[in-house]
């Protein structure tokens, strides 16, 4: 028989508030344990919880960007379990009146086999919650150590309905997501950092039947690639249940990524009575009239409408718009050195191929490059009116700049790559590539045309990538000729 | 509604209390009636009656995302049990 799955997202966003959501302890990543932990965070007995308002705001925002209505009154409500994790043995988080619900993304992907497509999700809520502390198992036998620095850091989750039918297409759903999320200021969605996490809930069905299976629900997915391999994996291994004749369970699984595969953690029925209940200790949030419209005015412009805007008003094709505006911190960049007087096409090709090559190599941010766009703008110039060739602008000139910040022009100046168009200059290397290749050269007057390609390269070697090309070329056949 | 020794012994569980077999009948019947108190309301007609969302008529009690405070680790740390490396530790948790 042949299945289709049905995939509904639960994703987890740390939103990137200075601080907790119901204390004053920061919500700073990657600090010494248990150094960012107050009475309140902590659950001493006594204290009380006062809501961050710019929590609630990023929530609402969230909720703007992606279409959701927002609740004129949004209630908190306990969620209860036990778990060394959740010191007051109760979640705060938003079952009966979250603040966002309803909402679509729509998005474009591409199937597996490459053929581009449509995606449409409809959101069905999102609601405002604390993040739990974190335990670590693995060092020491005999106990949890437990670290709550990141326990009470606020978090969105957003829940999607069970619209998604392949795992290319949740991997897109999440980019986009992330993507809108960045744009918004209300996550920095860095899925190794764990402030973006996406739960997979996955049944079958034979395709075409219009009720749903028994789903699982897929934990531990950490990159976007992981939720591609877990819901592939998570299909087939349902598949084979079926097909042996057996029972799909409700449980909720845990993703292996090294070996690729799922185990199970808990079976849910256990674990999902969590006795909801208002929490007596917040008082209802009231985002209406004034407080609404401010939220709604300080909403950026989000990567869809910018990516239409690139191609109508830079005239930059749809594969450059989508790469550009995939990330905030490199369409600022982007905007920026075009606003400096960079060609578009010109800055994006530098953006998209080079210098992204090297951001991701070296680790770094677009947000804190050692070079400003200005700086890229003046590279872009420079190549346009020909002080430089493209090759040393996107060699060392551009290297020179990651690796110490140097201006171009300086750059250029102190390393002697302005490019040579000088006439004697260029035939005198000409002369000495054909001398140094008798060969070759007399191929070329064979007729082996083809071989002109070889010995520029040589002239451009001989020049150190300096002699400017079209000159370099006309004095080269004029001397082979001769 | 009636209230069975299993829902009582469930809760129990999920609340991490501990009940002796002897206590379940009296606690049982604790609950019944607790849960028939809460019942009575049900009886009422309350169509016309906004639901009352706290206790308290306000809403919007707020604290702005404002600089970062701090507290010292050792104070934190220093009700619990067993600590090791700077963080509390508890018997060993298996997921």
């Known amino acids: 028989m042949k299945y289709e799955m049905v995939i509904g997202l639960e994703i987890h966003a740390e939103l990137n508030t200075r601080t907790k959501i119901f204390c004053s302890c920061s919500t700073q990543f990657g600090a010494e344990p248990n150094t960012h932990v107050c009475p309140i965070c902590l659950a001493m007995p006594g204290t009380l919880p006062v809501l961050n308002r710019q929590a609630v705001e990023k929530c609402v925002t969230a909720g703007l960007a992606l279409g959701c209505d927002i609740a004129p009154e949004a209630h908190m409500d306990r969620k209860n379990y036990f778990y060394p994790d959740l010191p007051k043995a109760y979640q705060i988080s938003q079952l009966f009146r979250p603040l966002c619900t309803g909402g679509t993304l729509e998005f474009e992907y591409e199937d597996e086999s490459g053929q581009a497509r449509i995606g449409r999700v409809r959101i069905n809520r999102i609601h405002l919650e604390e993040d739990a502390g974190k335990s670590i198992h693995d060092l020491y036998g005999a106990s949890t150590l437990l670290d709550f620095n990141r326990g009470g850091v606020p978090l969105i989750e957003i829940v999607t309905e069970p619209d998604i039918r392949s795992p290319e297409e949740a991997g897109a759903f999440v980019d986009r997501l992330r993507s809108i999320l960045r744009y918004a200021g209300v996550s920095d969605c860095q899925m190794q950092e764990g402030s973006l996490r996406a739960d997979i809930n996955l049944s079958i069905r034979p395709a075409g039947s219009d009720t749903l299976g028994t789903r699982t629900e897929m934990k531990n997915l950490n990159s976007i690639r992981a939720i591609v391999r877990a819901a592939q994996a998570e299909f087939l291994r349902q598949t084979e249940v079926l097909e042996d004749g057996g029972v799909i369970v409700q449980e909720t699984r845990r993703w292996d990524d090294a070996k690729g595969r799922s185990l199970r953690m808990r079976t849910k029925e256990e674990a999902n009575d969590y006795r909801y209940f208002p929490d007596p200790d917040l008082l209802p949030i009231r985002v209406d009239g004034d407080w609404l419209r401010a939220i709604r005015d300080a909403l950026p412009e989000l990567p869809g409408s910018k990516r239409r805007r690139y191609v109508a008003d830079y005239g930059l094709p749809e594969y450059d718009a989508g790469i550009l505006t995939s990330d905030p911190a490199i369409s600022a960049f982007f905007e920026d050195a075009v606003a400096c007087g960079g060609d578009a096409k010109a800055v994006s090709n530098f953006i998209m191929g080079d210098m992204m090559r090297i951001v991701r190599e070296r680790e770094l941010d677009f947000a804190a490059l050692p070079f400003s766009p200005a700086d890229l703008a003046t590279l872009v110039n420079r190549v346009a009116e020909g002080v430089v060739s493209i090759s040393v602008a996107k060699g060392a000139v551009l290297n020179q700049m990651f690796e110490a910040g140097e201006r171009p022009d300086a750059v250029i100046e102190r390393m002697g790559l302005r490019q040579v168009s000088d006439e004697d200059t260029l035939r005198a290397i000409a002369r000495d590539v054909i001398r140094d290749n008798p060969g070759v050269a007399q191929e070329y007057r064979d007729g082996k045309t083809k071989v002109l390609g070889f010995l520029m390269g040589q002239v451009m070697k001989k020049s150190r990538g300096k002699a400017q090309p079209a000159a370099a070329s006309q004095l080269l056949k004029e001397e082979l000729e001769k | ?95």
Do not use: W, Y
């Open chain 2, 1 to 95: 509604m009636s209230v069975t020794p299993e829902q009582v012994k469930k809760l129990a569980h999920l609340a991490r209390l501990e009940i002796r077999d002897d206590e379940l009948a009296a606690m049982t019947r604790d609950m019944e009636q607790l849960v028939a108190l809460a019942d009575r309301l049900t009886a009422l007609d309350l169509s016309q009656t906004p639901p009352m969302d706290h206790v308290l008529p306000r809403a919007n009690v707020l604290r702005d995302d404002a600089e970062p405070v701090e507290f010292p680790r050792e104070q934190a740390l220093s009700g619990a049990p067993e600590a090791v490396d700077g963080c509390f530790t508890v018997p060993r948790v298996v997921e």
